[in-house]
């Protein structure tokens, strides 16, 4: 039984990854444009 749920936890797992990698990097961009905003200014 357990290993027919593995693939679904493996899913979950990367895509739990995928998502916080994915928060991780808006965070950084969200700092850098209050931390530099003239670099931002043309965007």
Do not use: C, T, V
Not at 6 to 22: D, E, V
């Amino acid at each position: 039984m357990e290993i027919i749920r593995l693939p679904r936890s493996l899913a979950a797992l990367l895509k739990n990854r995928r998502r916080a990698q994915l928060r991780r990097g808006r965070e950084a961009e969200r700092l850098d444009r209050i931390r530099n905003p003239s670099k931002y200014l043309g965007h």
